[in-house]
């Protein structure tokens, strides 16, 4: 069955460090990859997607590379804030699936400190 | 305009109670899913509905678990003879149309948190 995996949190970093959230994935087919983030006290929202392979989704400065070859959709932004303080959750979608149901990771905390 | 919205948004019951979980998606969205979100965990897929019919109710983890949306919007998740292990938080989304492929973006409501004593 299909499957996400990341990196476990949580990730403490200062302000304006580089930011790599690792997410790897199994699959059959080629699913379509996202990442979601849940601030504090709020509902999931869609940072970024990717629907077939070499596409690069961004957003607020969030950067991810949808890689066949390695099976990884990692996060990366190269200077975070302390606003950006959430969980991460890395998904995917089964195109040959009737819909569009989503397949979570285990999400990560970031902590970003002044 | 609204988003999704779900009520209540904590639910204390005793273990072998029944309890209703309701989803109000976004007005026009064909597609909704209901998801379960443990501490610590990624959200899991319980159920898929395309209108008012359950198109993919593969992830509902046993029959004490049902789900139904008789008018093509609003959706109740229904849970009989609650036990612990169903403490949770329960989530909803929908999304216009339910195309598959990453072509729709799927909203998610802020969760009703579900705890059995």
């Known amino acids: 069955g299909n499957s996400v995996t990341q990196m476990e949190g949580p990730v403490t970093l200062s302000e304006e460090a580089f930011l790599t959230i690792n997410c790897t994935y199994t699959?059959?087919?080629?699913?379509?990859l996202f990442w979601y983030v849940q601030y504090p006290g709020e509902g999931l929202q869609l940072l970024l997607k990717?629907?077939?392979?070499?596409d690069k989704g961004s957003n607020k400065g969030f950067e991810a590379t949808y890689r066949k070859e390695t099976t990884s959709f990692h996060l990366e932004k190269g200077s975070v804030q302390v606003s950006d303080s959430a969980v991460y959750f890395c998904?995917?979608?089964?195109?040959?699936?009737?819909?569009?149901?989503?397949?979570f990771g285990g999400g990560t905390r970031l902590m970003v400190k002044p | 305009g609204a988003g999704v919205s779900q009520t209540p948004s904590n639910k204390v019951t005793e273990k072998g109670k029944y309890v209703e979980l309701r989803c109000d998606p976004i007005?026009?969205?064909?597609?909704l899913y209901w998801y379960r979100q443990s501490l610590g965990q990624g959200p899991e897929f319980l159920i898929y509905?395309?209108?008012?019919?359950?198109?993919?109710d593969s992830g509902l983890p046993n029959d004490r678990f049902f789900a139904v949306r008789p008018e093509g919007s609003v959706s109740t998740l229904k849970i009989q003879r609650t036990e612990r292990g169903d403490s949770a938080v329960y989530l909803c989304?929908?999304?216009?149309?339910?195309?598959?492929?990453?072509?729709?973006?799927?909203?998610f409501g802020p969760g009703t948190r579900l705890t059995v004593l």
């Open positions: 989304a929908s999304s216009p149309r339910g195309l598959a492929g990453g072509m729709d973006t799927q909203y």
């Open positions: 990717a629907t077939k392979a070499d």
């Open positions: 699959a059959t087919g080629y699913p379509s």
């Open positions: 007005s026009g969205h064909t597609a």
């Open positions: 509905f395309q209108g008012t019919g359950a198109a993919d």
């Open positions: 998904a995917l979608s089964d195109p040959l699936g009737a819909g569009n149901m989503l397949t």
